[in-house]
């Protein structure tokens, strides 16, 4: 969050286009709250060097820097004369030297909120950080690598960008990158463990199935009904919830020829971040890859019904808006037929947590730690390459870890066994 810091992220919604081909395009930006004007130098880093990324990383990296400006604003503060690393670079000098670097990794662990009230406090006798205000090493590290590689593209765009620049320039910007990168990177610290998986257990999970197959926590309306057809969505195919969201009408394909004589239902997950046809300010997060997961035939043609139904209905009752291929709709108010939130989606989830012995800790991304645990405990146990298919399920990487953090409750349940095998073996020779 950048709560209270001078910069503020903000979103622009662009309109681009008219007629049939008028859309808008989002853009975040970093506003300097005190004169309410850009930012320049963080938003063109963005846009410039950065283009290709997702709306969500630009508004994340944003705020990074955001703490950063803040921190220069401390430094200047205390000491007029200190100059920023904008104009150090701009003046063909190092942007900042390894003993601020490393100043500013000891900031990093500070919270925003915390960092602006001592901004607006200006205690210049503040040399330690409270432990109550630290934040996991996850965040700290990433302001530090976002730090760096800014400082690194504003290096080589003063140092190498002007015309004509001669080998002399070219040497000393290498080396100050240098410096740079090598400040940085003895200030990262060692990531926390990967957090748990959280799955329902069994007895969760029967509760879970006999809310949403009945009406005692979504009515039998039309809300209810979409509802409930999202919480068994999240459950049967494993999905994030950004990429739920995400999901349009045409990548729900019933009985798709996977191979001659063989159909199969599918939904078509796409990694699309930037879309121009989502309407929504703060576009769903989009992370895994791109790929095709099966699923029921039962589950395909209950979302058949829904787009032509409930879907449907809410779009010609929508006054002011046009079709847009989203699948899950808002049912009622100013914004009935436009795509669901994420905050609606989380709504619609923590309406669970009412359930009898249900866990606090359950979310969306419960349901797909669910599934996958699942996926993984019966590929175990059919001698499936248990990897390769958590791979294609959960759209990774070949190269990732994910799949033996799904596969380990199997693992321990066989050493288990083969602990008390052990144990009966050491009886008998008693």
């Not at 309410?36 to 963080?42: F, Q, R, T």
């Not at 950065?50 to 709306?55: D, F, I, P, Y």
């Not at 669901?340 to 419960?366: A, D, G, M, Y």
Request: aromatic residues 8%; contains cysteine.
């Amino acid at each position: 969050m950048t709560e209270n810091l001078t910069a503020q992220t903000r979103i622009i919604i662009e309109v681009i286009g008219s007629g049939d081909n008028k859309r808008s395009v989002r853009r975040a930006v970093l506003l300097d709250t005190r004169r309410g004007l850009l930012c320049e130098l963080p938003t063109l880093y963005i846009y410039r060097n950065l283009g290709q990324k997702s709306h969500n990383t630009h508004l994340a990296i944003l705020r990074d820097l955001a703490f950063y400006l803040e921190w220069s604003l401390i430094k200047k503060s205390r000491n007029p004369k200190w100059i920023t690393p904008e104009t150090r670079v701009k003046n063909n000098s190092l942007a900042l030297t390894r003993r601020e670097i490393d100043e500013f990794s000891n900031w990093c662990e500070l919270s925003s909120k915390e960092l602006a009230r001592i901004r607006s406090i200006d205690n210049t006798k503040i040399h330690s950080i409270p432990s109550s205000t630290l934040v996991d090493i996850s965040t700290s590290n990433a302001r530090l690598r976002n730090l760096c590689n800014y400082l690194i593209w504003l290096t080589q765009d003063f140092i190498e960008g002007v015309l004509n620049v001669d080998d002399n320039s070219l040497i000393k910007s290498e080396k100050y990158k240098n410096i740079i990168y090598e400040a940085f990177e003895k200030n990262y610290k060692s990531d926390k463990k990967p957090a748990p998986v959280y799955s329902l257990d069994s007895n969760q999970t029967a509760t879970f199935l006999q809310a949403i197959s009945s009406n005692s926590i979504f009515p039998n309306t039309n809300h209810g009904n979409r509802d409930k057809l999202i919480a068994r969505f999240l459950y049967e195919t494993g999905l994030r919830s950004g990429e739920c969201l995400k999901v349009t009408c045409t990548d729900i394909k019933y009985n798709y020829e996977i191979r001659p004589g063989k159909f199969i239902n599918i939904i078509r997950v796409r990694h699309k971040p930037n879309d121009n046809a989502d309407s929504r300010t703060k576009e769903p997060l989009s992370k895994t890859l791109s790929g095709d997961i099966t699923v029921s035939k039962s589950l395909t043609s209950d979302l058949i019904k829904y787009i032509t139904n409930e879907r449907r209905l809410a779009i010609s009752s929508s006054s002011n808006i046009k079709e847009h291929p989203y699948l899950f709709v808002c049912h009622s108010g100013r914004t009935i037929g436009e795509p669901i939130s994420q905050r609606n989606l989380n709504r619609i989830i923590s309406k669970l947590k009412s359930l009898k012995e249900f866990p606090t800790w359950f979310s969306p991304h419960s349901l797909r730690h669910t599934h996958l645990t699942e996926i993984a405990n019966i590929a175990h146990e059919k001698g499936k390459d248990v990897r390769s298919i958590l791979i294609q399920r959960g759209r990774w990487a070949n190269t990732s870890t994910m799949p033996s953090r799904y596969s380990q409750r199997h693992i321990i349940d066989q050493a288990a066994e083969l602990i008390e095998e052990r144990d009966r073996i050491l009886d008998s020779l008693k």
